[in-house]
């Protein structure tokens, strides 16, 4: 039998429970408000991280497009920016990537007389532009950031270009000897800011030319004399490589001597064809300059005016000292040009040589003289019969129609060598000086008492001597480079020497300072 006080306490804990019940629902509600504010915050929270990655990636964009060509950043209410290979550039109004729509605004930009950037009024400053990159999403949610690019490209005084680089000669008077006037330059150098701006972030090359050779070449790059790039410098591209700025080129300094400066000037994407200028990069007295260059096949074209480019005959393609050579295999291999060559006095021979075997009056440099060709001038080398020392060779017949020979000094084969050869006759012609050089230095030097027989010559080669029209032996074991033939003129000790430590080492000859 229920008592009334069981009756009591059940009355009493009914009542507990709907107040406990209403004291969780007061205390929860807010709570449940802050918990879903709180994950609703997150999510926007995460929200602005994207978009804000996304605007900083349209700046980038941006940034981007300007290395390219800063003219692509004309005035717009908005623009999208996607990639094509790698490459940014702008595309249509908006750029979407799910909920997020990005659209980017370039602005012109105006300063005052101090040069600080206004918002109205001012001067139009055509280098800046104001670039600013927004993104949008769900609920008019937005994150935009703002930046000012400038065309780092502009150009240096009036020549157009947009960096330069020192070229400095040593100032060893060792190294750099006497002043030279109208000197080939050879600049042999590699710099990642000579690649092509198309192919790496760090190249500077705007556009891509052939050159005369046939090789590349890069269209907006010159040699001046003057850092505002005004004052160009003629010059001959003998070979360069895209893919890593290495570039081969002769420059004529019209004068050279120690511690003198030119300026190689790049970066001008309105230069569209070749600058170089071979032929008067070689002053006249240059009849022949053979490069020998792989471009890719063996080049035997003549880079001094009057052209006279060879026919090759079987000779294949080398690592040279210089860039490209020319292999010859001691057996049938040489080049020859029927085209005649003006034999005056004085005169030089000269060429860079690895002779590899055995030969006797193996033929460098050969130009005959009368129609029996048994009359020439003659720059060869022999094996001094010890199989591993070679002696430079020069012959020629004088006006009494005797060969005359001149030796020079013995050289350790299976090595690059700088062979000169010089003759020059008195005024009458009844006296005639050779001198050999050999890298560098004068070797030996006689004088004969009967001038040389000059004329023109009907015929010239290298690689081997001729017998008769056509007919060749003698043939020159080993690698040639840098052919060259002088007429009516000849270098001094000092320029050959100097051309010979150029040559030889470009590094230790000129250094390249930091880019402008």
């Known amino acids: ?11 009493q804990s009914v009542l507990e429970v709907l107040l406990a019940s209403a004291l969780f629902v007061i205390v929860a509600t807010p709570l449940i408000g802050i ?7 997150g999510g926007t929270s995460n929200d602005d991280v994207t978009a804000t990655q996304y605007a900083a990636e349209g700046l980038d964009a941006v940034r981007d497009i300007r290395n390219q060509s800063y003219a692509s950043l004309s005035a717009s209410a908005g623009e999208g920016a996607t990639t094509t290979s790698g490459v940014w550039g702008f595309a249509g109004a908006s750029t979407t990537f799910g909920k997020f729509t990005r659209i980017i605004t370039v602005t012109s930009t105006y300063r005052d007389g101090s040069g600080n950037i206004v918002a109205s009024g001012g001067t139009l400053d055509a280098k800046t532009m104001k670039v600013t990159s927004a993104v949008t999403w769900s609920n008019a949610h937005s994150v935009a950031l703002s930046t000012y690019l400038t065309n780092w490209r ?55 030319c052939t050159a005369p050779n046939g090789g590349q070449e890069p269209c907006d790059l010159i040699f001046s ?30 004068s050279l001597s120690a511690s003198t400066t030119i300026y190689a000037c790049y970066g001008n994407g ?39 480019t060879l026919s090759n005959k079987n000779i294949a393609t080398v690592a040279g000292k210089i ?64 199989g591993s020392n070679e002696i430079p060779l020069f012959t020629w017949e004088d006006t009494t129609y005797t060969d005359q020979e001149q030796d020079g000094p013995g050289l350790n084969s299976n090595a690059w060598h700088y062979i000169v050869a010089t003759w020059n006759t008195n005024t009458g012609n009844t006296s005639t000086t050779i001198a050999i050089y050999e890298d560098g230095a004068l070797a030996t030097s006689s004088n004969y008492s009967a001038g040389m027989e000059h004329t023109t010559a009907s015929a010239f080669s290298i690689g081997a001597s001729q017998q008769s029209p056509g007919s060749y032996y003698s043939f020159y074991p080993g690698k040639l480079d840098e052919v060259r033939l002088q007429n009516g003129a000849f270098t001094s000790p000092s320029w050959i020497k100097t051309e010979y430590n150029n040559q030889s080492n470009p590094g230790t000859f000129y250094t390249i300072g930091s880019e402008n």
């Open 35 to 41: 918990l879903l504010q709180s994950l609703q915050i």
């Open 154 to 208: 502009a150009s240096y005084g009036g020549g157009g270009y947009v960096h330069y680089r020192t070229i400095t000669v040593t100032s060893s008077l060792a190294i750099a000897s006497g002043t030279q006037t109208n000197f080939p330059l050879l600049v042999s150098s590699t710099l990642a800011s000579w690649e092509p701006t198309i192919t790496t972030s760090t190249g500077r090359i705007q556009n891509l």
């Open 323 to 386: 860039d490209g050579a020319g292999s010859f295999d001691g057996s049938s291999a040489y080049a020859s040009s029927s085209q005649s060559v003006t034999i005056a006095t004085p005169g030089e021979e000269s060429a860079w040589t690895y002779f590899t075997g055995a030969a006797y009056s193996a033929g460098i440099i050969l130009e005959p003289v009368d129609s029996g060709y048994s009359d020439d001038i003659n720059l060869s080398q022999v094996d001094d019969g010890s």
């Open 270 to 308: 309105s230069i569209l064809a070749d600058q170089s200028h071979p032929s008067s990069t070689w002053n006249g007295n240059y009849t022949a300059v053979y490069h020998l260059a792989n471009t890719p096949s063996l080049s035997l074209i003549s880079s001094a005016s009057g052209g006279n």
């Open 1 to 11: 039998m229920e008592t009334a006080k069981n009756k009591n306490q059940k009355g």
């Open 225 to 254: 004399s003057n850092s505002s790039c005004s004052a160009p410098l003629n010059f001959e591209t003998e070979s360069y490589t895209s893919s890593t700025g290495a570039l081969v080129d002769w420059v004529n300094v019209p």
